[in-house]
């Protein structure tokens, strides 16, 4: 005896996507804007954008980076909360200084001057 079903309809994961910049990025610092999805959004990515060339990064490079990724000896931006209206990036942190991957896939860390960069999150829904 075989089983079959009817084929199912085939819905897009996500249907719409925004790019928010928050700006740069300071300690103890909520940064919230309105994101314009008209929904709850169903996932975010942080990334950081250069705005003034350092460590081997351009005027515009981007790199995704996890909100969590730094230590506490260095700034994070440790939440992301949304809601069907508007996407908020909360900072911690004791320093104008961020780690990340050299640019070069050296496997090197480099230490990042915030001001140097902005923050936009993507959300999606």
């Known amino acids: 005896m075989s089983f079959s ?3 199912a309809a085939i819905e897009p994961a996500f249907t719409k996507y925004e ?3 928050l700006g740069t990025i300071a300690d103890n610092t909520k940064l919230e804007a309105a994101h314009g999805l008209g929904e709850v959004p169903k996932g975010f990515l942080f990334i950081l954008q250069c705005k003034i060339a ?3 990064y351009s005027v515009g490079d981007r790199i995704v ?3 969590n990724q730094n230590s506490a000896a260095s700034s994070s931006f440790s939440t992301c909360s949304f809601d069907e209206i508007n996407v908020a990036a909360r900072s911690i942190g004791v320093s104008t200084l961020m780690s ?3 640019e070069d896939a050296s496997g090197g860390i480099v230490t990042i001057t915030r001001a140097y960069w902005d923050l936009i999150i ?3 829904a």
């Open 100 to 102: 990340i991957a050299e």
């Open 19 to 21: 790019e928010i910049n």
């Open 65 to 67: 980076v996890n909100p």
């Open 122 to 124: 993507r959300v999606w």
């Open 5 to 7: 079903r009817p084929p």
């Open 54 to 56: 350092e460590d081997g």
